[in-house]
């Protein structure tokens, strides 16, 4: 599935093209068949994205909802259900980074799960989690109630920076300008734009170590074990006298 910036572009494209007029709705694999007919020739009202999933609505009781395996045609209950399920989303005007926050600061799983979870934070991907954690100097191993509140803005500012930046380009791009090595070397336009992500084994960007890489969860993460290590961080708070006493 795409990162919530593609998501987004097609949702501001399909507002540009299509919303306000009749629109032709058709099921060329056959399985939206049925619903297809249903908002066939109707006028689209909006069309929106939140996270990594697409929603054309086409008045009270009838959205048509796109994610990996869904195309479907959804009830405003049904579609609320979904909201309602999903966490802050980095490209929306109404996310809200403090209920993000209430989750990470309580959990024991590394930011590496929980920036993939998609109720924690919506719309962030695998390459966003290797890119941001990078730019933060954060373990992906970190436990997330180990993270400092004045970190937590600063990551949550530099998904919003990142996310941004992608929708605006259509492509993801997260080389601050004195680690580009297309500006800093003079190389062709078709560098690699990025720190960590499928760069398994390069030297880092920043401090030439090679970049590591291991499953996470059936995903491929990405790290340099310099740059990230648990040591080097000061986003890290200081454990209470009960969490030292635990194993």
């Given at each position: 599935?795409?990162?919530?910036h593609?998501?987004h572009?097609?949702?501001?494209l399909?507002?540009?093209r ?16 049925t619903?297809?007919e ?7 009202a ?7 999933h697409l ?9 048509v909802?796109?994610?990996?395996a ?10 609320d ?11 929306r ?9 209430a ?22 991907g695998?390459?966003y ?7 933060r100097?954060l373990d992906?191993?970190?436990p ?10 600063e990551l949550?500012?530099d ?5 941004q ?6 492509k ?13 070397d ?11 992500y ?13 970049v ?7 995903r ?5 074990p310099?740059?990230?290590a ?6 890290v ?11």
């Amino acid at each position: 599935m795409p990162e919530g910036h593609t998501l987004h572009r097609l949702a501001a494209l399909h507002t540009r093209r299509y919303v306000g007029r009749p629109v032709a709705v058709s099921s060329p694999q056959g399985r939206f068949a049925t619903s297809a007919e249903l908002v066939d020739g109707r006028l689209l009202a909006s069309a929106e994205a939140r996270g990594k999933h697409l929603f054309h609505h086409y008045g009270p009781e009838a959205v048509v909802h796109v994610h990996p395996a869904a195309c479907e045609l959804l009830t405003d209950a049904e579609v609320d259900v979904i909201h309602a399920r999903l966490g802050a989303d980095p490209l929306r005007d109404d996310a809200d980074p403090d209920r993000a926050w209430a989750r990470i600061s309580r959990s024991r799983a590394p930011l590496a799960t929980l920036l993939m979870d998609q109720s924690v934070i919506a719309g962030v991907g695998n390459v966003y989690r290797a890119e941001a954690l990078f730019r933060r100097g954060l373990d992906p191993q970190l436990p997330g109630h180990r993270l400092t509140r004045a970190c937590w803005d600063e990551l949550w500012g530099d998904l919003v920076d990142l996310l941004q930046d992608g929708f605006r380009r259509g492509k993801i791009e997260t080389l601050r300008p004195e680690h580009d090595p297309r500006l800093v070397d003079g190389v062709g336009p078709c560098a690699r734009a990025s720190y960590v992500y499928k760069r398994t084994g390069e030297p880092c960007l920043v401090c030439g170590t090679p970049v590591a890489h291991a499953r996470h969860l059936a995903r491929n993460l990405f790290w340099c074990p310099v740059c990230q290590a648990p040591e080097r961080s000061n986003a890290v708070r200081t454990p209470s006298r009960r969490m030292r006493t635990r194993t």
